[in-house]
Structures are given as structure tokens and as C-alpha cells.
């Protein structure tokens, strides 16, 4: 039996990294996939290497636009009845600036999309888990929202905020079956931190923390994750958020 046979699930940022790792594992074990991301070309790579799997359908978008994030719910309801599982896994990262090195223009698009994003798409699916029986919620988060030598301001601010929407997603709709958990991974080999400046205050003082990660995640490595808190395996686990770090942050 499949852990996640016959459930559906939306996956932003399902185009690379991360969330690309998760939509291929939930479809290999049984699980119907709304896959969204901002790259239409990321997207049609997925679909190939899913091998047109008719329970993967895509859609292009920008999370941070509201009306997309209710359009991947009501998609999800309307292709295939119901919806189970909604990871909120889309974001962008500052340039490691501080708050005096910050501009309106970066604040906003890093807020916009790590915040408001997972909060547009949660609003739509608490009514539509709830509406079907319960269902989960999973928060890509970071260790960047336990920290705050992790990142620059405004992806240190957001990565808080998301936790804190994931516990009080946790504790408001628990009555109604609906979880809602974060994790938090270290460093993973993604494409989000190839651009990154190192001329800015923060990624300086950064360096020596950088020093103690013994190496990065893969992606696949984070799905696994992804892929127990989605089950019916992890029934009692609600407003928990996990660390996934190789254990960067333990000491």
C-alpha cells in the first residue's frame, strides 16, 4: 500500500529543488499532485521527468498573487474532489542584507511571497480541508526562522512568520482535523543562494557559521520528511516544526 494513495496535494515551487523532489515522491506513492510554480519551463521539465502522469497537473503562477494561490485550491477541489494535503513550499531569499542595508523593493518581494503566499493559499485550504474532513498543511520553513544569523533581515523575518502561522493554523483547526507543521532545513542544494552577494554585512557575519554545516541536504532528503508529516503515519504530530539540518544547529 502506498502512504499517500489516493490523496491529493498541492505543491508550490514544484518546478525545482525542494518541491520538485516532493511532487515526484508523493506521485510515486499514490498521491493526485496540483504542482505550481512561477517557471513555466521548470514545470514542463516535471511533467517530463513525471512521465505525463495524469495525476500531476500544473499551473503557472506567482504565489504571492492571491487570486493564483485560491486558483490552485479550487483546482485541486474541482480536478479531483477534494483536497488533502497543501505544502507551501515557494520562496525567494534576500541577499543576506541587514536591516540597514535594506531596500523597500527587497523587503517586499521576500514578504510578499513567503508570507502572504502561504498565508493566501492556507486561508483557501482550511475551507477546503475542512470541508472534506480534515487534512495537513506543511510550511517550508528554515533554520533562517530560528535564528538569526541564518539570513538577512527580511528572509529571517519571513521564515518567523511562517512558524508562526503554522502554529496557529495548528491550534485554530485542530478540532477540525486539519494539521499544520513546519520544517525547518539547513542548508540543501537548491538554486536559491546561487546569487548570492558577499559583499553585504550579514553574509560576512555569517561566514563562521557556515564553518560547522558538515555538508548540504538533497533535496530528496527533505521529501522523505515531507512525505512521513503528509501521512496518516504522522496522525498526532500538529504545530510541530522539524529541524532538518544534519544537526548544523545542535551545538
Not at 530528496?220 to 544547529?249: K, M, P, Q
Request: with cysteine; proline share 2%; glycine share 12%.
Amino acid at each position: 500500500m502506498m502512504r499517500l494513495q489516493d490523496k491529493v496535494a498541492i505543491i508550490t515551487g514544484a518546478g525545482s529543488g525542494i518541491g520538485r523532489a516532493i511532487a515526484l515522491l508523493y506521485l510515486k506513492e499514490g498521491a493526485n499532485v496540483v504542482g505550481a510554480d512561477i517557471d513555466q519551463a521548470r514545470l514542463d521539465s516535471l511533467t517530463q521527468e513525471a512521465k505525463a502522469d495524469s495525476r500531476l497537473i500544473t499551473r503557472t503562477g506567482n504565489i504571492a498573487d492571491k487570486a493564483h494561490a485560491e486558483e490552485l485550491v479550487s483546482t485541486a477541489v474541482q480536478t479531483f474532489g477534494h483536497l488533502d494535503i497543501l505544502v507551501n513550499n515557494a520562496g525567494v531569499v534576500d541577499g543576506f542584507e541587514a536591516v540597514g542595508e535594506m531596500s523597500d523593493a527587497i523587503w517586499n518581494r521576500v514578504m510578499t511571497i513567503n508570507v502572504n503566499g502561504p498565508m493566501y493559499t492556507s486561508r483557501s485550504a482550511v475551507k477546503a480541508m475542512g470541508d472534506a474532513g480534515g487534512g495537513v498543511i506543511i510550511n517550508i520553513a528554515s533554520i533562517g526562522g530560528l535564528f538569526g544569523g541564518r539570513a538577512g533581515a527580511a528572509y529571517t523575518v519571513s521564515k518567523h512568520a511562517v512558524i508562526g502561522l503554522t502554529r496557529s493554523i495548528a491550534w485554530h483547526y485542530a478540532p477540525q482535523n486539519i494539521r499544520c507543521v513546519a520544517i525547518c532545513p539547513g542548508g540543501v542544494e537548491t538554486n536559491i543562494m546561487t546569487s548570492m552577494p558577499e559583499d553585504t554585512l550579514g553574509w560576512q557575519r555569517a561566514q563562521p557559521t557556515f564553518a560547522t554545516n558538515l555538508r548540504a541536504a538533497k533535496p530528496e532528503e527533505l521529501a522523505t520528511v515531507a512525505l512521513f508529516l503528509a501521512s496518516d503515519e504522522a496522525s498526532f504530530v500538529n504545530g510541530a516544526v522539524l529541524t532538518a539540518d544534519g544537526g548544523w544547529t545542535a551545538g
